[in-house]
C-alpha cells in the first residue's frame, strides 16, 4: 500500500541531497573535529559550512548559531540559559498554546517559584496582545512565543512583538520549529535574541536542533562540558547530522526564494476547500488567513479524530488527530482548548500537514476517502444521533 503523508509538521522525509551529503560523514570523513590531526580538522570544516548555510536560512552570522540535539532542547537552552543569565528576574511569560518544549519547562519553573504568565489566544488562536503588552514588567526574564503553531498553522506576529520586547530590555525567544523552510524568516527585522530551529521539521535528519542568539546577547551555557561550540554548547558535534542540517536549510531557502511553497499552499486549500464542502459540521481550527501555508486543522464535529486517524490509516493515509492521551482518556489538545473549540469540535479535529513532497494526486485520494469515513462513523456515534435529533426538533 501507498503512503500518504500528510503528517509534515511531525516529522518530514529526508531529502535525497540531504542524504547523500551526509553518508561521507560516516564511513570517510568520521574524524572528531576537535582533532589536532587534518584528517578531523577537515570535519571541522564541514560543520562551519552547516553553520554558514543555516545562518542564511534566517539571515543571521554564522558566529551567532549554536548546535545542539533537537528543538527541545533549543527551547530548553534559550529559557535556562537566560534565566541564569538574570538571577534577579523572577517572571517570565508564554502563551497558552506552545509546543511541551515551552510549556511543560514553563510549568516546571512556575513550581521553582517562578512567576509564570501564560498569555491567552481567541477563538482564531491569535495571542491576545494588550494581556501580553499588559504582564510585560520590570521583572520579566524572558518572553517566549512561537513564531507558527504546531497544531493550527496560526501564526503570531514575532517581527512586531519582538521588538516592542527589546525596547523594555526584556529577552526574546521565539520557538520557530515549525516555521523555519515554511516562511521566510529574517532575525534582522525583528528584535528576537534567541530562536529555535529542528532539523527533522524541514527534510534534514532528526536529533539535530539549532539556536540562534543574537550577538551580544547575555547567555549562559546550559549543557556544559567541552569547548565545541565556543564553550556555549558542549558534546562532540553530530557531524553527519549537523552537514544534513545545513544542506537541508540551504534547499530551504532556493525553495522559499522560488515561491514552491506557494504550490504547497494551493494543494492545503485544495484539500481543505473541498473536504469542508464535501462534509457537513466541519469548522477550521485557526486563523484562515494569517497561518503557514502548509497546515490545516480541520473539526469534524460529533465523530472521534482517533477513530478517523485509524480509518485513514487503513488506506495509508498519515495525519494527527487534536487529542492526546492524558490518564487513559482522550482530552482535546491544550491548543485547541485554549481556543474555545467546542468538544463535539475538539474531538473530531484532524491536522493534515503538507509538504514539497505532496502531490496533488494524494490530496485528490484523500479528499475521495475522507468524506465516506466520516459518514461511516458519524452513523455509529450517539453524539451525531443526538445532533441529528435536535435539529429535527429545531
Ligand atoms: C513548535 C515546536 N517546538 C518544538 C518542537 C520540538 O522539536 P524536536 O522534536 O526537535 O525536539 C516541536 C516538535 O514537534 C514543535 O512543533
Redesign the pocket.
Known sequence: MNVVYLDN???TKVDRAVLEAMLPYFEEQYGNPSSMHTFGGSVGEAIETARQQVADLIGANADEIIFN???????NTAIQATLASYPDKRHIITSRV?????KSLYESLAKDGYRVTFVPVDGDGNLDLDYFYDHLSEDTAVVSL?W???ETGVLFPIEELSRNVKERGIAFHT?A??AAGKIPIDVNHTGVDLL?L????LHGP??V?VLYIRKGTKFSPFMIGGHQEKGRRGGTENTASLVGLGKAAELAREHLERGDMECVRELRDKLENNLMDQVSHTLLNGNRENRLPNTTSIAFEYVEGESILLMLNEHGICASSGSACTSGSLEPSHVLRAMGVPFTAAHGSIRFSLSGYTTEDEVDFVIEKVPPIIERLRQMSPFWQEAVEKMQSA
Open positions: 509538521n511531525a516529522t540535539s533537537c528543538g527541545t532542547e533549543s527551547d506552545e509546543h511541551p518544549a515551552i512561537m507558527a503553531n504546531n520557538d520549529v515549525q529555535s529542528s532539523g527533522h521539521k532528526k536529533g536542533g
